[in-house]
Nanobody, 124 residues
């Protein structure tokens, strides 16, 4: 069992940056693939980024590639999402998720544990 708590959301102007963090409980954090997803009002939850348990495999959605960076520190049970060059279309609730497999899956149904989400709003 893993419990996830996101932080770092907020309001930022277009072109700005935010850093999201996800704190995980549980001794086996290092054995989970970690992912970030987002969901805007009226839209499906969509994949943003994922990182394998030792960080050797990283995957980004095309819409954020080159602007967002996912990282993890297993010793601190944390995973982060650095978001640069933010756009209004990045506005959504961002969720941290954990997957009990080694591959960086992109479908939200493939993740086993979820945080409560943090709001990110990008103004134009």
């Amino acid at each position: 069992q893993v419990q996830l708590v996101e932080s770092g959301g907020g309001l930022v102007q277009a072109g700005g940056s935010l850093r999201l963090s996800c704190a995980a409980s549980g001794r086996t954090f290092s054995s989970y693939t970690m992912g970030w997803f987002r969901q805007a009002p009226g839209k499906e939850r969509e994949f943003v980024a994922a990182i394998s348990w030792i960080g050797g495999d990283i995957n980004y959605a095309e819409s954020v590639n080159g602007r967002f960076t996912i990282s993890r520190v297993n010793a601190r049970n944390t995973v982060s999402l650095q978001m640069n060059s933010l756009k209004p279309e990045d506005t959504a609730v961002y969720y941290c998720a954990a997957r009990q497999r080694s591959d960086t899956a992109t479908m939200w149904t493939q993740y086993d544990f979820w945080g409560q989400g943090t709001q990110v709003t990008v103004s134009s």
